[in-house]
């Protein structure tokens, strides 16, 4: 483990134990729909529980990977994963005849995030009765389920109540059936499950551009993580990308190896860092390129070891979730990968991409729109009222033909 600045070392957080005689967490995690409140931080600011910063150690000058040159030394940051999370409160549905949803309830109850309950709900919303194995046919099962059944989606920010995008949050709504959100919670609760199943976690600073002029940008817009020591015969290395925050994207997980690499049908380009990693870094590339699909909405991605902290991270979510200029405010989305189909509604237009073809239609109807959410892109909504629906609708078909009359850019 190593010491925090000064020689302390972090404690650990013991695990959620039901006193003798009560009843397991485990289905209640299962049939709540959670309004999540973090407890109030102590004074002093600490560390986010999922991850703890670490320095990647140096390789020998003159070395190169399989991806590039060394990396510099003011960018040789990255950070590794602990399964732990902290302590969130959790809010049961309210009964009938009590106040409606949104309202708080009286006595909440407190449970550790990180408990086998957890794990358990987690995975049975995936579709796995029982966890699978950290070995590269393990990770790619549960990678496919993640991206398949959990959507991405910006819903809570179009309705003005972003949720968190602390880990331990984004495990409760994955645990508790509720939407988890886009890039950087998704990842951010991925990350915490990979490491409960046993994988070797690590994270990188991402950079998703669509424009040109926006590819040499440095903006954190998107966490990206590696799965490492699942060495494989087209991946030596045993370092992969895993991703269930795209939206649209790989199925699977991508060796980070230089080159093309097809899944499903589709093919996805890994490339050159700006200063890759040095031989021998234990978790992987310190940096590459990425290009996405044909057709797709974003163009690429740089991935560099840049400042990605808890901290960076919630200072970007709080730019993307509440600025008034952010693309994730402008329109709703909802986007799954469901093999060699990306499945997407972004506003009024339900799209569905393959490899082989693109079929899309303007959804006409406000019960056209909703069931495309819910039904095809599997939205849980269960805490959208009628009149946040309705305002909504409003609101995207003013945008829809806006943008019909401009000639859809």
């Known amino acids: 483990m190593r010491s925090r600045p000064g020689g302390r070392r972090p404690r650990r957080r013991p695990r959620h134990r039901a006193r003798p005689g009560s009843r397991s967490p485990a289905p209640a995690i299962l049939r709540w729909s959670l309004r999540v409140e973090p407890v109030p931080a102590p004074a002093r ?121 602390d880990p331990a949050a984004g495990v409760v709504r994955a645990a508790g059936g509720t939407r988890i959100g886009y890039c950087f919670q998704q990842n951010g609760a991925f990350e915490w499950l990979l490491s409960e199943l046993g994988f070797s976690v690590s994270r990188r600073h991402g950079h998703v551009w669509s424009r040109p002029e926006d590819e040499l940008g440095t903006a954190l817009n998107h966490l990206v993580l590696v799965v490492s020591d ?102 709703v989305v909802a986007q799954r990968i469901d093999g060699p189909a990306q499945r997407t509604v972004r506003g009024l237009v339900h799209q569905v991409l393959t490899p082989t073809g693109r079929e899309q239609q303007d959804l006409t109807s406000y019960d056209d729109w909703r069931a495309a959410l819910v039904d095809d892109l599997l939205l849980p909504v269960d805490d959208v009222t009628e009149g946040e629906w309705r305002s909504l609708w409003e609101r995207t078909t003013t945008s829809h033909r806006a943008w019909d009359e401009a000639g859809r850019p």
């Open 45 to 165: 600011p600490v560390q986010s529980a999922v991850s703890a910063t670490v320095g990647a150690s140096a390789s020998p000058p003159g070395e190169t990977g399989p991806i590039g040159p060394p990396r510099s030394p003011e960018h040789r940051r990255e950070t590794r994963s602990t399964p732990v999370l902290g302590t969130w409160r959790l809010f049961p549905p309210p009964r009938v005849g009590s106040a409606p949803p949104g309202s708080s309830p009286a006595e909440p109850e407190e449970e550790h995030v990180g408990s086998t309950a957890h794990r358990t709900a987690y995975l049975a919303r995936l579709g796995l009765p029982e966890a699978p194995p950290p070995t590269l046919a393990g990770l790619r099962a549960v990678h496919r389920a993640h991206v398949a059944r959990i959507p991405y989606d910006n819903l809570s920010t179009m309705l003005g109540r972003p949720d968190p995008v």
């Open 230 to 331: 699942l060495p494989a015969e087209d991946n030596p290395g045993g370092h992969w990308w895993v991703d269930a925050g795209l939206g649209e994207g790989f199925a699977e997980p991508l060796p980070i190896v230089r080159g093309e690499h097809v899944v499903d049908g589709w093919s996805f380009g890994i490339g050159a860092g700006y200063g890759a990693q040095a031989a021998g870094r234990p978790t992987g590339p310190a940096a590459w390129t990425y290009r996405h699909l044909p057709g797709g909405v974003l163009r690429g991605i740089v991935v560099t070891s840049r400042d990605h902290s808890p901290t960076t991270i919630a200072d970007s979510h709080h730019t993307l979730s509440g600025s008034a200029q952010s693309p994730f405010r402008r329109v």
